[in-house]
């Protein structure tokens, strides 16, 4: 069923349930960040692995004062064993010898004549083993974002390799014969100002752009670059992005080149400003039936809006992500807004507090240059931020 003017928030509903998630890839830990995990992660060791020193100092059994036997090497299991009122030197992450009751840290210990003097709690300063984590406890969840934390705790619990869901393919196609793609603008043109950030953003969200077009305003040149990207055995592509020619003009071809691939449209048109004029459909590439078309405004504001709002929505269901929830925020003065519709409000946040920034009109790009996000305004709905990748 196509949603025609959908509200914004069942439009983001149906931007995250209408794709699945994309074939996984195992990778090395090296190369796992921003990568989306495809399997749950469950620890492959106890954390610690041995009862370890949780401070540099002497390992000791029984009561003081300790006579020095030796040293705890780090990194080896020491083949000595404590006995009543025995020691050893050890740092921290030192494996605890058999024997070993507490840690006496360096500063709150005095050496006398091969004697250590010191007071001493049972179990002190020392780490048990599984503390952090028992084997087989599970660390990290399916649909999670890897970042350098979490891929430093699977390799602290034994992983080299994590499955991970492939990153989508996108081949994007900026439209228009007004466009120009360097230098100042002359003659009645305007300079792309999409062209240089989309696939940036794009990056952020997780995918590959590994098609990025410019293409004039004629619908069979459209629908041949178009054949060509998705039809290509090398690059398997998931996901069509387009700019301009989304609405009903004498030289708005998007809806007739998705009709020229069988598309079912899944979104037409969103009750919000700016962003009004998108459309999500599917269509079919050679033996996958569930290839992405997004196809956004022209103006610039208004192609950015919509593509943080549903187009990441689609990249997180093809990456097999966690959707992720908005949060709310209060703003610093309350914003206008068309009746049955929301508003997507370019913001900065200080001091708790989201700001609107200058400049909103749909096709300028000062405001939302300056914003560190979009405040989403609706009647009798929270209001609610939607981050700009950085």
Wanted: aromatic share 6%.
């Amino acid at each position: 069923m196509t949603l025609i003017e959908a509200s914004w928030d069942a439009a983001l509903a149906i931007s995250r349930d209408s794709f699945t998630s994309l074939p996984t890839q195992s990778l090395s830990l090296s190369d796992a960040n921003g990568r989306v995990l495809a399997i749950d992660a469950h620890s492959l060791c106890n954390l610690p692995a041995f009862e370890t020193s949780a401070m540099d100092g002497w390992v000791v059994s029984g009561s003081g004062p300790w006579k020095i036997i030796g040293e705890v090497k780090t990194g080896q299991i020491s083949d000595i064993s404590l006995g009543v009122s025995q020691c050893l030197a050890i740092a921290t992450g030192g494996v605890i010898p058999d024997g070993g009751q507490a840690v006496v840290q360096w500063e709150f210990a005095q050496e006398r004549d091969g004697w250590i003097h010191g007071a001493s709690e049972l179990g002190a300063n020392i780490r048990p083993a599984g503390a952090e984590s028992k084997k087989g406890e599970l660390l990290i969840c399916t649909g999670t974002l890897l970042n350098p934390p979490k891929i430093g705790l699977l390799a602290a619990a034994g992983y080299d390799e994590v499955i991970v869901t492939r990153r989508p393919r996108i081949a994007l196609f900026f439209l228009g014969d007004e466009l120009m793609h360097s230098g100042v603008p002359v003659d009645g043109l305007v300079r792309d100002a999409l062209g240089p950030q989309l696939p940036a953003m794009l990056t952020a969200f997780g995918a590959e752009v590994v098609v990025s077009d410019c293409v004039t305003d004629d619908l069979d040149l459209l629908v041949s670059k178009i054949s060509v990207a998705i039809q290509s055995q090398d690059i398997a592509i998931d996901m069509v992005i387009t700019t301009g020619g989304t609405a009903d003009g004498p030289r708005d071809f998007i809806k007739s080149a998705i009709a020229a691939f069988g598309g079912e449209y899944v979104i037409d048109r969103v009750k919000v400003r700016p962003g009004y004029h998108i459309l999500l459909a599917k269509i079919a590439a050679q033996e996958r039936k569930n290839v992405a078309f997004l196809a956004l405004p022209g103006n610039p504001q208004s192609a950015i809006a919509a593509l943080i709002s549903f187009g990441r929505p689609v990249i997180d269901a093809l990456c097999g992500a966690t959707p992720t929830v908005l949060s709310t925020v209060q703003m610093s003065q309350e914003m206008k807004v068309q009746e049955g519709f929301a508003r997507l409000v370019p913001s900065v946040i200080e001091n708790n507090m989201c700001i609107p920034t200058d400049y909103l009109s749909s096709h300028m790009l000062r405001g939302v240059a300056a914003a560190d996000g979009f405040v989403l305004v609706s009647a009798g709905s929270p209001t609610r931020w939607l981050p700009i990748p950085q």
